[in-house]
């Protein structure tokens, strides 16, 4: 007994020094530590809250590492102190199919409605009439709930259950379930169906569907033959305004004690494409540098370390590609952003070939998200995905 209560005081020990440790960089990469440390998304915010209340559903679309999952526990903040609302997040990327899709969705609704409380308890009695295997974190002592059925009905029905369990409290939920556009790669191929038939009938429960791949998702949600047709409002997160970041990342600085010039964080900016992700990482990287008063010169230092300390993982990507695909990649690092690929100059200049074979390239390149295509008004163009990779290519 007094093992486990050292063991659990180790624990929260730990936990604590970590949240300490946490707020000690303002720039975090590891997740939402809440809003003073959440830059802008005012607008989508407040998006997502009305549409959340009005029992509209939203899917939220973003290249990746824009922010999609901060910003969904940027609503859940928001919606914490308010009595009449529970908010779920379920991460389905790794779910392979419908039954792990059940036993994420059992969990998140677990975690949220604990055991030891009488809403929670009855959960557990409709769960415990579906025969599930219930196993405890053995560090946090956390539950987690897997199904075992023989039939996909079953499962069906377990989500159905799940979802009216929801329904029927006496709160209003708001579920967010990111990377919804994994159920695309599920071997039961009526999960849209099912999932948007079920979803339909609920009035106590709004949903957020986030995801990545935009073209999968739009095409989910606005192809007239798909299930959730027309039955969601898209919302696109993009880079955070020049302005407002500038603002953020000097008042982040400033509260630590620490003063940036202009000139540096337009840089930064500049540098990491105001791409949340990017720009978090090379602020943190300087923050972590110890310096008083930073100029251009201390984030240029930033951005060497950075790149090579990531050199070992280009050189695996390299490895990933054939070498025409890689010698485009690098073209399109070193232009930063290709309007024409095809172009003959653009050939001419990279010694790229022939227009067909970049077309096939562009294609593989897209496919392995080591590129992404983005519209202008200027027409669309192509840039490399990862923002430190495109950097280290303009070099190489
Ligand atoms: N508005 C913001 N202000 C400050 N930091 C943010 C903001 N939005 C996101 N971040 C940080 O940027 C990083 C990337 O964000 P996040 O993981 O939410 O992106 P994502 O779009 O969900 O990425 P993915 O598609 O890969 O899941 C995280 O470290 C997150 O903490
Ligand atoms: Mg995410």
Not at 221 to 242: C, Y
Not at 248 to 253: D, H, T
Not at 356 to 372: N, Q, V
């Amino acid at each position: 007994m007094y093992n486990t209560f050292c063991i659990i005081h180790f624990v929260l020990y730990i936990c604590c020094v970590k949240k300490k440790n946490v707020i000690e960089n303002p720039f975090q990469l590891k997740g939402y530590i809440g809003p003073n440390y959440f830059c802008d998304r005012e607008n989508e915010l407040a998006r997502l809250i009305l549409n959340a209340k009005n029992g509209v559903n939203t899917t939220l679309l973003s290249v990746r590492r824009m922010g999609k999952t901060g910003l969904i526990h940027h609503v859940f903040n928001q919606f914490k102190s308010d009595k009449k609302w529970k908010t779920i997040y379920i991460d389905i990327y790794a779910t392979q199919n419908l039954g792990q899709f059940t036993n994420e969705l059992a969990s998140g609704i677990l975690e949220v409605f604990p055991h030891t409380n009488s809403v929670g308890k009855k959960f557990m009695t409709l769960v415990k009439g579906l025969s599930p295997v219930i196993s405890y974190d053995s560090l946090t002592g956390n539950p987690s709930i897997a199904f075992s059925f023989a039939q996909p009905k079953q499962y069906e029905q377990s989500i159905k259950g799940l979802f009216n369990f929801l329904n029927s409290q006496s709160q209003n939920v708001l579920v967010a379930i990111d990377e919804f556009q994994q159920i695309g790669n599920y071997p039961e191929k009526n999960t849209e169906a099912i999932l948007r038939t079920i979803i339909q009938s609920l009035t106590n429960v709004s949903f957020i569907f986030s995801g990545s791949h935009k073209h999968l998702l739009a095409e989910m949600f606005n192809s007239s033959k798909r299930p959730f047709f027309s039955s969601t409002q898209m919302l696109h997160l993009d880079a955070i305004e020049n302005e407002k970041y500038t603002i953020f990342i000097k008042k982040l600085f400033q509260s630590k004690g620490k003063k940036i010039n202009d000139e540096s964080i337009e840089f930064i900016l500049y540098w990491t494409r105001t791409h949340t992700y990017y720009t978090q990482a090379l602020c943190n990287r300087i923050y972590s540098m110890d310096i008083k008063s930073i100029e251009k010169e201390s984030v240029l230092s930033a951005c060497n370390d950075i790149l090579k300390e990531q050199e070992p993982i280009f050189f695996q990507y390299r490895n990933l590609l054939t070498s025409s695909q890689w010698k485009l990649l690098k073209a399109i690092g070193k232009e930063d952003e290709v309007y024409q690929p095809t172009a003959q100059d653009f050939i001419f200049k990279y010694r790229l070939g022939t227009a067909g074979g970049i077309r096939r390239g562009l294609e593989s390149l897209l496919k392995k998200e080591m590129i992404y295509r983005k519209e202008s008004e200027k027409g669309g163009y192509y840039l490399v995905y990862d923002c430190f990779l495109s950097r280290w290519l303009e070099r190489v």
